[in-house]
């Protein structure tokens, strides 16, 4: 009876990572919306929806530190509770970029945009078809799938070369591109950043499901 209430904590640990996951997921097409179509009302919004990202970690953590405290497991389920933790960590840390966006939009207001927003758009759409994998990776525990999910990290950092190779042009050509270009570098940035901390889950998926360390940025 032990060994299945602690079974079935974890599948609920895991379900709640998956939720954490879809929250991520709509926290940043929303602020990528509200950078598109400059909605500054939006991009205020941004900053609830993180403290509920930010809610739901400290309870996964919790639960995750009780479950290590009082059932004092071993081995792989010692692993896979440590792995959750660094994996809402992580997950959180996007929730984190995703305000920083959020603030990038504010400050743009409804200034004319500098260049067309094709790339950023573009790099948002690569990042959410590596969460939809990655959360494909998690319920099946599929070592292989998370490796796979983290090779298009190189994509989004070739988009962000791109980013910056062209706002700099931009910025050669008139000076008073600055300020915005400067902006549009950081959200290109920032959506790096969270390409690299969904990798990070994707370590620990494979570290779940195999016991390997590995480096997949």
Known sequence: ????????????LSSQVLVMMDMVRDILTEVIRTLEEQDVHGAREIFKFDDRIDEKMNQIEEKCIELIALQQPKAKDLR????LIKMVTDLERMGDYCVNIARE?????????MKELKDI????DIILNMIDATKISFKELDADLAIEVSRDD?????????IYNE??????????????????LFIGRYLERIADHLTNVCEKIV???????????
Not at 1 to 12: A, C, P, S, V, W
Not at 207 to 217: F, K
């Open 154 to 162: 190189e994509m989004i950092d070739e988009i962000y070369k791109d």
């Open 121 to 124: 758009p573009k790099m948002r």
């Open 167 to 184: 706002v700099l042009l931009k910025i050669h050509e008139n000076r008073e591109n600055i300020s915005q270009g400067t902006k549009l």
């Open 80 to 83: 896979t509770l440590f792995s």
């Open 105 to 113: 939009v504010i400050l743009i207001g409804k200034e004319p945009l």
């Open 207 to 217: 570290y779940i499901t195999r016991g390997e360390r590995l480096e997949l940025n």
């Open 1 to 12: 009876m032990i060994r299945e209430g602690f079974d079935n904590d974890l599948k609920y």
